[in-house]
């Protein structure tokens, strides 16, 4: 399971923290994905940390901008998010194993 | 990147029908590819992974099929809880990317 916490309404140029905890399986073993969803579209991918040598991937939309990373001591994947834009709203997920957190609400907006 | 072209955008059936859905990749993505369910609100779910298998708990009137470009989803008998929003996924290369979306709703 994953439960994920966060979200909140920032202004451009703000940063944000997503989080979220796993239960039911180890962080630290396993690939993992942020998605996200913008109002009323599709979904795109975000980011991936995978489970062996951490290696870190971001869509071109973020890279430089946001940072996945994970908490092997409280078992919980993270997506620090920095200069954001208006269009980086939208519900974000994250994601492992085929398994869906329930989505945290992020809006960008003056 | 590789492109994900999901048809058809949206689909009208009834109870009991038969339909299908299509994604083509840009390239071969061997059988890296998933099948996603969203209903409006709620996180995507995973019906199917690795093109053919079915997640647990899934019903078994969703099968998908294909290998390399060419992907289905196929739900045979319609049931009123399965319309919804359906999305493939591959994740073959970085970046991810997903179809565009089906949206099937009740004729």
């Known amino acids: 399971q994953l439960v994920q916490s966060g979200g909140d309404l920032v202004q451009p140029g703000g940063s944000l923290r997503l989080s979220c905890a796993a239960s039911g399986f180890t962080v630290s073993t396993n690939s993992m994905n942020w998605f996200r969803q913008a109002p009323g579209k599709g979904l795109e991918w975000v980011s991936h940390i995978t489970s062996i040598g951490s290696l870190l991937v971001y869509a071109a939309s973020v890279k430089g901008r946001f940072a996945i990373s994970r908490d092997n001591a409280k078992n919980s994947l993270h997506l620090e998010m920095n200069s954001l834009r208006v269009e980086d709203t939208g519900v974000y997920y994250c994601?492992?194993?085929?398994?869906w957190g329930q989505g945290t609400l992020v809006t960008v907006s003056s | 990147d590789i492109q994900m072209t999901q048809s058809p955008s949206s689909l009208s059936a009834s109870v009991g029908d038969r339909v299908t859905i299509t994604c083509r990749a840009s390239?071969?993505?061997?059988?890296?590819l998933g099948w996603f369910q969203q209903k409006p609100g709620k996180a995507p779910k995973r019906l199917v992974y690795a093109a053919t298998s079915l997640e647990g708990g899934v019903p078994s009137r969703f099968s998908g099929s294909g290998s390399g470009t060419e992907f289905t989803l196929t739900i045979s008998g319609l049931q009123r809880e399965d319309f919804a929003n359906y999305y493939c996924l591959q994740h073959n290369s970085f970046p991810y990317t997903f179809g565009q979306g089906t949206k099937l709703e009740i004729k």
């Open positions: 390239q071969d993505i061997r059988n890296d």
């Open positions: 994601t492992s194993q085929g398994s």
